[in-house]
T-cell receptor, first 112, second 113 residues
Framework: GNSVTQMEGPVTLSEEAFLTINCTYT??????LFWYVQYPGEGLQLLLK?????DKGSNKGFEATYRKETTSFHLEKGSVQVSDSAVYFC???????????FGDGTTLTVKP | DAMVIQNPRYQVTQFGKPVTLSCSQT?????MYWYQQKSSQAPKLLFH???????NEADTPDNFQSRRPNTSFCFLDIRSPGLGDAAMYLC????????????FGPGTRLLVL
């Protein structure tokens, strides 16, 4: 079956530090890959997505590149802010109709 | 703005007392999902509807039921809540095509006393 493995947290960074959250996946075919973010007390919201190999998703300074050869979709941001503190979920949606698979989430805390 | 709305945001119930959580959407999406999430863990899918076609996950307890009377509304019924059912319940929607983005509501946090 499909699976998503995320870097374990929690991650604590100082403001303006560089962020990487690793995500690798197992799936057949060509799934779409997503990063969702969940702020305290809220639902998940889409941060970025990529639908095919070598696609780069980007939003709000975050980026992730769909790497088919390493089955990875690592999330990066060059300079984090306190407002980026949240839980980040990597997810995949299979090529054929089927349920999405979520990683276990990585909690990011950014300190001023 | 088009959105997914969940009511109430917080729900307190007693052990064994039935409770219903509601979700509505203005996105006109055909697919609706109910997830259970505990302590910022990965959301766990309970059910989903492709339009009126109901899909139950194999490990969803019988204590959980769902209704979708029309495209816009979906309900989660917990017939006899136990302490272990205390969690955040997330409703989400998406289009019918595969690999669509899911749009989540803000969630209902259920407390069982």
């Amino acid at each position: 079956g499909n699976s998503v493995t995320q870097m374990e947290g929690p991650v604590t960074l100082s403001e303006e530090a560089f962020l990487t959250i690793n995500c690798t996946y197992t799936a057949t075919g060509y799934p779409s890959l997503f990063w969702y973010v969940q702020y305290p007390g809220e639902g998940l919201q889409l941060l970025l997505k990529a639908t095919k190999a070598d696609d780069k998703g980007s939003n709000k300074g975050f980026e992730a590149t769909y790497r088919k050869e390493t089955t990875s979709f690592h999330l990066e941001k060059g300079s984090v802010q306190v407002s980026d503190s949240a839980v980040y979920f990597c997810a995949l949606s299979p090529q054929s109709r089927g349920k999405s698979t979520f990683g276990d989430g990585t909690t990011l805390t950014v300190k001023p | 703005d088009a959105m997914v709305i969940q009511n109430p945001r917080y729900q307190v119930t007693q052990f064994g007392k039935p409770v219903t959580l509601s979700c509505s959407q203005t996105l006109n999406h055909n697919v609706m999902y109910w997830y259970q999430q505990k302590s910022s863990q990965a959301p766990k899918l309970l059910f989903h509807y492709y339009d009126k076609d109901f899909n139950n996950e194999a490990d969803t307890p019988d204590n959980f039921q769902s209704r979708r009377p029309n495209t816009s509304f979906c309900f989660l019924d917990i017939r006899s809540p136990g302490l272990g059912d205390a969690a955040m319940y997330l409703c989400a929607t998406s289009g019918l095509a595969s690999q669509e983005t899911q749009y989540f509501g803000p969630g209902t946090r259920l407390l069982v006393l």
